[in-house]
DNA sequence: TTTTGTGAACTAGTTCACAGCT
DNA sequence: AGCTGTGAACTAGTTCACAAAA
């Protein structure tokens, strides 16, 4: 998150950013940020603040973003689709290397952006040639846990799940859930109390 | 995340849960689930368990699912035609009446399963006049907060944004953010940390 | 006997407040 | 003067452990 504010400030030439300005635009309290920063180091200068380029480059680094990483999506349907173009990923340097698909007709097409569409028997060797770290599962519900098993077996560990529901895998394989409907039941959530109550 | 659970459970003809059994699930403590749930009434029979379909029908009220939402999706694009098309949406009784967008040429199709486009022009009218509850922001990121803005003028209180950076919108307004590329960057953070590190 | 609901104990996370730099 | 980094104080969240119910 702190990233993607600096980003911002970045583009529009901000040199500088104090922890009270950036509380400000998170809602949040000023020494929740310089606990936060410093936990990884002291990237700040006393009496002026945090230098945005510098803190940006900090950040990346230690998101791991200084290398490129390169990202396959499991699912060429609406939603694999659309992912496969989200501009938001190339620009912080997500290389989508592949769709993978099933259905015959689907193979050996591509994105509107240009990423092909791969056989999904093809995973276990483009992932051993091409290092693949990430891939993102957008299945359909009832296939989500046997994909996982063949990213899994093709030596991925880190997984972007688009399904509902937890996928079983073994610890050293990390799993980032994000399930639309939850995310819509939690708004309905907060409609329903709204009606007679705050927050 | 316990309604997703159970949904699961009835449909595979399980009557009775103990909170033990979804603290497995969950990889969490079962004292956890209890205290959770217990927060909105005593739902459980002690030395039976939660039933199952008593407890589906709880939380369905609580998250407010009683009663169709009406869902509106701002903005045509490849993402926001997949989400219009989206199963989960409609599986769980919400009810995407429109998808809006600025682009002429676009404006009176459908999305592959019907949801028509709409010009944003019509937004205001037909919030009043079919009721929407929540609005999903599926615009590009420059675009988001103008859009925002016109979702907040027409009387929504509720926004799922796909934007990344947070949105102003006054208090009575919940925004629920869906960063894609956060996610993808915290599972950087694992890789990078994973080399030589837990966790 | 089994399993809930919950006060008490414990743990983790946040905010305060100020010393220490620039 | 201004702002960070951080121990101390405080607050919120989790787990334990057991009485009460089926």
Do not use: W
């Not at 560990?157 to 610890?171: D, E, H, R, Y």
Request: glycine residues 10%; proline residues 3%; contains cysteine.
């Amino acid at each position: 998150m702190y990233l993607r504010c600096l980003n911002e400030l970045e583009d529009h030439g901000v040199r500088t950013v104090s922890s009270q300005a950036l509380a400000e635009q998170f809602h949040l309290n000023a020494a929740q940020i310089r606990k936060d920063l410093a936990y990884f180091g002291e990237f700040g200068v006393r009496g002026v603040g945090y230098y945005v380029r510098d803190l940006r480059r900090h950040l990346r680094q230690i998101l791991g973003l200084d290398q490129k990483l390169r990202v396959a999506i499991m699912g060429a349907g609406n939603l694999g689709l659309a992912l496969a173009d989200y501009p938001g990923f190339r620009q912080e340097g997500f290389d989508i290397i592949a769709l993978f698909d099933n259905e015959p007709n689907k193979i050996g097409l591509h994105s509107r952006s240009g990423v092909p569409i791969c056989d999904i028997a093809e995973l276990k060797r483009r992932a051993r040639r091409d290092g693949i770290s990430i891939a993102v599962l957008a299945v359909p519900a009832q296939a989500a846990q046997r994909v996982a098993d063949l990213v899994v077996a093709s030596g991925v560990k880190a997984i972007l799940n688009f399904s509902p529901g937890a996928l079983q895998v073994p610890t050293d394989v990390k799993v980032k859930g994000v399930d639309l409907t939850v995310s819509l039941e939690s708004l309905s959530f907060y409609l329903a109390r709204g009606e007679s109550g705050d927050t």
